[in-house]
């Protein structure tokens, strides 16, 4: 079976100004996550305080964007869409959607780069998302 990534229109957002830097960057292609400068480890989601050591001592970083799926699942109702973990080269996972591909050959621990996907129902009404597809394809 076949199983092809179809366009579908994702979720727009809440944006928030502690993470409005996020956006802009991701409307430029770029994914960042954050960095702890206190105990030095990375996280994602975005947020003020590092979930590791509770510092506020935290900084923005471009991510590789490369990484690999921890985990997935593929839906097949309506437009088919797979949702995944992506562990990142960097250390966290990020929750997020595998695009551009034959859904039936996603598989664990498999090489994924980031693209950015626009939300709402046209190219100009929300941020866009950074989602994930098979680096084979890049």
């Known amino acids: 079976m ?3 990534y179809q366009s579908r ?3 727009i957002p809440e944006i928030h100004p502690e993470h409005k830097e996020y956006w802009d960057a991701a409307a430029q ?6 960095h702890c ?23 923005w970083i471009e991510a590789k964007g490369t990484g690999s799926i921890y985990t997935y699942s593929v839906m097949r109702r309506g ?6 973990f992506v562990e990142l080269d960097e250390g966290p996972k ?22 950015f996907k626009p939300s709402g129902d046209s190219d100009t009404e929300g ?12």
Request: proline share 7%.
């Open 2 to 4: 076949v199983t092809t």
């Open 37 to 59: 400068d206190s105990c030095g480890e990375y996280h994602y989601y975005p947020r003020v305080l590092c979930p590791n050591c509770m510092s506020d001592n935290t900084t």
């Open 9 to 11: 229109t994702m979720a």
């Open 29 to 34: 292609g770029k994914l960042l996550i954050k």
């Open 79 to 84: 437009v088919p869409y797979a949702i995944a």
């Open 94 to 115: 990020m929750m997020t959607n595998i695009v551009d591909c034959d859904l039936d050959k996603v598989h664990i621990d498999q090489k994924v780069t980031v693209v």
């Open 127 to 138: 941020p866009f998302v950074a989602c994930f597809k098979p680096v084979e394809l890049v």
